[in-house]
């Protein structure tokens, strides 16, 4: 069969409004942000945001042909994130469902100076997003099904995610390779309180390729252990104590539940991968690697790129991005986590989450001169840095 997209990507989209908070940088977020004060801003960027054109349209920069499908009102928020979409790419928002009985989703973005960055955020008609939304005709003509954000999407975690599951059950049943990344949800909201287990049980059986980051994970699958970790590091960064053993463990289940590649993402502290064996990965759809072997039995960790962090705007978008287009592209799995990471650098140099990204080319000459990682020193049994590669090499391979 003659594929005319490589990819789809489907699920969360919205409006990203983020303010230039860079001229208050002399002052603390906590004097800044007090009530009753005027803050003096700068210019506000206004873009297409969520796992949809975040995902999409830098897939779309890294050359590879893809479409995307993503529910917005009929308002101006609405027509300001089709005309962002087609400002970067005419014709790529063909599929983009405009409807007039509910309001477009919005995040703002408070991106302060070395402070993390805080989400406001109105889900608006990702709320609403059903299995008959996504466009399944176009899927028989795609080797790659993309799906991101369900925890801010009620109709996919409600009812148990019924909805999520069928959504990937009929969607593999068109023969494409299927992926799925989620997004942190609101500890306070209906979201956090839905039984992620039971969901993932019902959808990983369906998913071939799933990228959550590990605080995601372990919040959805491991509350307990998230909230020591969270106590541990008392305001620190939390990925910094989690440990390899940790990242086996969560794999291992995620795997045992049904994924066939799992990918954590460890914001500066990179990417950990791990698959299933040959036979499974030879079975993932059309986008499945032309050497199943090289890709089978793996457990790798990659280390970030160094470079000056403007933003971590969609930083976990890009590193999907970039690990999605080196499998589309059938690189070797080494050369495809590298490329993932690479992407998420790249990203992270400009405050917004596409200006930053280059195209495969740009990106594969960087990577070729010898671009410096940022140290990652793993004390762990069986663990090993290969420096050909620039990825640590674990056990279980």
């Given at each position: 069969?003659?594929?005319?997209?490589?990819?789809?990507?489907?699920?969360?989209?919205?409006?990203?409004?983020?303010?230039?908070?860079?001229?208050?940088?002399?002052?603390?977020?906590?004097?800044?942000?007090?009530?009753?004060?005027l803050?003096?801003?700068?210019?506000?960027a206004?873009?297409?945001?969520?796992?949809?054109a975040?995902?999409g349209?830098?897939?779309?920069?890294?050359?590879?042909?893809?479409?995307?499908?993503?529910?917005?009102?009929?308002?101006?928020?609405?027509?300001?994130?089709?005309q962002?979409?087609?400002?970067?790419?005419?014709?790529?928002?063909?599929?983009?469902?405009?409807d007039?009985?509910?309001?477009?989703?919005?995040?703002?973005?408070?991106?302060y100076?070395?402070?993390?960055?805080?989400?406001?955020?109105?889900?608006?008609?990702n709320?609403?997003f059903?299995?008959?939304?996504?466009?399944?005709?176009?899927?028989?003509?795609a080797?790659?099904?993309?799906?991101?954000?369900?925890?801010?999407?009620?109709s996919?975690?409600?009812?148990?995610?019924?909805?999520?599951?069928?959504i990937?059950?009929?969607?593999?049943?068109?023969?494409?390779?299927?992926?799925?990344?989620?997004?942190?949800?609101?500890?306070?909201?209906?979201?956090?309180?839905?039984?992620?287990r039971?969901?993932?049980?019902?959808?990983?059986?369906?998913?071939?390729?799933?990228?959550?980051?590990?605080?995601?994970?372990?919040?959805?699958?491991?509350?307990?252990?998230?909230?020591?970790?969270?106590?541990?590091?008392?305001?620190?960064?939390?990925?910094?104590?989690?440990?390899?053993?940790?990242?086996?463990?969560?794999?291992?289940?995620?795997?045992?539940?049904?994924?066939?590649?799992?990918?954590?993402?460890?914001?500066?502290?990179?990417?950990?991968?791990?698959?299933?064996?040959?036979?499974?990965?030879?079975?993932?759809?059309?986008?499945?690697?032309?050497?199943?072997?090289?890709?089978?039995?793996?457990e790798?960790?990659?280390?970030?790129f160094?470079?000056?962090?403007?933003?971590?705007?969609?930083?976990?978008?890009?590193?999907?991005a970039?690990?999605?287009?080196?499998?589309?592209?059938d690189l070797?799995?080494?050369?495809?986590?590298?490329?993932?990471?690479?992407?998420g650098?790249?990203?992270?140099?400009?405050?917004?989450?596409?200006?930053?990204?280059?195209?495969?080319?740009?990106?594969?000459?960087r990577?070729?001169?010898?671009?410096?990682?940022?140290?990652?020193?793993?004390?762990?049994?069986?663990?090993?840095?290969?420096?050909?590669?620039?990825?640590?090499?674990?056990?279980?391979?």
């Amino acid at each position: 069969m003659k594929c005319n997209l490589d990819a789809l990507v489907a699920g969360h989209i919205c409006l990203d409004i983020c303010p230039d908070l860079s001229r208050t940088a002399d002052t603390t977020f906590q004097e800044i942000f007090l009530p009753g004060h005027l803050v003096a801003a700068g210019p506000v960027a206004c873009s297409a945001g969520g796992a949809v054109a975040n995902i999409g349209l830098i897939l779309h920069r890294l050359g590879i042909t893809v479409g995307l499908a993503g529910k917005v009102g009929d308002d101006l928020f609405g027509q300001a994130v089709c005309q962002s979409i087609s400002a970067r790419a005419p014709g790529l928002g063909a599929e983009m469902i405009l409807d007039a009985s509910v309001s477009t989703s919005y995040t703002i973005i408070i991106n302060y100076p070395e402070v993390d960055r805080i989400f406001l955020h109105y889900p608006g008609a990702n709320d609403t997003f059903q299995p008959e939304d996504i466009p399944y005709a176009l899927l028989t003509q795609a080797r790659l099904f993309h799906f991101g954000y369900p925890p801010l999407m009620r109709s996919m975690f409600t009812d148990r995610g019924c909805r999520l599951a069928e959504i990937f059950r009929r969607a593999k049943g068109t023969g494409i390779t299927t992926s799925l990344d989620m997004a942190f949800p609101d500890p306070s909201s209906e979201a956090a309180q839905a039984d992620w287990r039971l969901i993932l049980e019902r959808t990983l059986p369906y998913v071939d390729i799933f990228l959550p980051s590990v605080e995601e994970i372990l919040f959805m699958l491991h509350r307990d252990r998230y909230r020591e970790l969270f106590a541990v590091s008392t305001g620190a960064d939390l990925l910094a104590f989690v440990a390899p053993q940790l990242l086996s463990g969560l794999s291992r289940e995620l795997i045992g539940m049904g994924a066939k590649i799992v990918g954590l993402k460890l914001g500066s502290r990179g990417m950990y991968l791990r698959t299933a064996d040959r036979n499974v990965i030879a079975s993932i759809g059309r986008a499945r690697p032309s050497n199943p072997d090289a890709w089978a039995g793996a457990e790798l960790w990659a280390p970030c790129f160094n470079v000056m962090v403007a933003g971590t705007t969609g930083s976990g978008d890009a590193t999907i991005a970039g690990f999605l287009a080196g499998l589309l592209r059938d690189l070797p799995i080494e050369q495809a986590l590298r490329m993932a990471t690479a992407v998420g650098a790249c990203n992270v140099e400009q405050p917004d989450a596409l200006s930053g990204i280059r195209s495969w080319e740009e990106t594969s000459r960087r990577l070729a001169t010898g671009w410096e990682q940022l140290p990652l020193l793993l004390d762990a049994p069986g663990w090993q840095f290969d420096n050909s590669r620039g990825l640590w090499q674990g056990p279980y391979i």
